[in-house]
């Protein structure tokens, strides 16, 4: 019950979002965010006279991590399905935006109307970029071809992948998957992008040609 928050609860909340659920600094503080939000809302109903955890400091934010993973890491993600549904989602977007620089939002609005075919047969991708509202085209790799034939690739009412809307549940799936396959660093799908830029420079592609493509 609300009623029954103290500081000290706070400080244990904070605390057993590091050490149980193995969160970073951002993401602890994330989580202290949304609890405050719900305490003020129930001060302003009434249901508590003032925060109790107010004076609960944040996590001091950690020093960034590295933003890509190496080609023999995507390799090893690549080899090792995920037995969990939900991680097998998170593992094959990962790959998927890996092989053609897709940010998280862009695939989770890619819809089957985007997606055509060339006189040879290989599949693209057309659409607007969320983020600067320009069209880019994809063609895809056979890798990325592989993974998109298992989702919907018919019915232009649904997305392509069936991703979470709650961005923080994909963070925790992927984040989950790197641990699993016991990677030192945060797994985040933000990574994916770097991959395809880092890969496409250290495969000899013009740095001019991969920020057009970026």
């Avoid at 503080?29 to 609960?56: F, G, K, M, T």
Wanted: aromatic letters at 10%; charged letters at 25%.
């Amino acid at each position: 019950p609300f009623e029954a928050i103290s500081e000290e609860f706070g400080e244990s909340f904070k605390l057993f979002c590091k050490r149980e659920l193995g969160f970073s600094s951002t993401h602890t503080n994330r989580h202290l965010c949304w609890l405050n939000r719900l305490i003020y809302i129930a001060v302003d109903q009434e249901i508590l006279r003032s925060n109790p955890i107010e004076e609960v400091a944040y996590e001091k934010k950690n020093s960034p991590k590295l933003k890509h993973i190496t080609r023999s890491q995507l390799k090893q993600m690549m080899e090792t399905p995920m037995p969990n549904e939900a991680q097998e989602l998170a593992r094959r977007a990962f790959i998927f935006s890996s092989f053609c620089g897709l940010a998280y939002v862009d695939l989770q609005r890619l819809y089957p109307r985007h997606i055509g075919k060339t006189a040879e047969g290989r599949l693209y991708i057309r659409k607007k970029r969320v983020k600067t509202d320009v069209e880019a085209f994809i063609p895809l790799h056979p890798i990325a071809e592989q993974i998109i034939k298992l989702y919907n690739m018919t019915d232009n009412g649904s997305p392509v992948f069936p991703l979470p809307e709650n961005r923080d549940v994909h963070w925790f799936e992927i984040s989950s998957v790197g641990v699993a396959l016991g990677f030192k660093e945060n797994l985040s799908h933000h990574m994916s992008r770097h991959n395809f830029g880092t890969h496409l420079l250290s495969a000899g592609i013009p740095i001019e040609s991969i920020a057009k493509m970026m």
